[in-house]
């Protein structure tokens, strides 16, 4: 991986940062599947709307960040 506007440490540090967010949700619809009593085919059935809740996940995790770094930034001024 080249260095871009994103350097490489950032690229792994964002790609982490998903499957974490991935990871979750799929733990998340593991839990809903046992507490309801459902099959576990829908683990495969289900997928692309784990992956929604995936990308939603990250992109609340990315604007929880962005407000971080926004009142750090704004304390140092």
């Not at 260095?3 to 593991?30: M, P, Q, W």
Request: with cysteine; net charge positive.
């Amino acid at each position: 991986m080249k260095d871009t506007i994103l350097t490489v440490r950032r690229k792994k540090i964002e790609i982490v940062s998903f499957l974490a967010c991935f990871v979750l949700a799929n733990l998340i619809h593991i839990y809903a599947i046992v507490k309801y009593d459902a099959s576990f085919s829908e683990m495969v059935t289900s997928f692309f709307y784990v992956l929604c809740f995936s990308v939603i996940l990250y992109l609340a995790w990315c604007l929880i960040r962005l407000l971080i770094y926004a009142v750090v930034s704004l304390c140092r001024k």
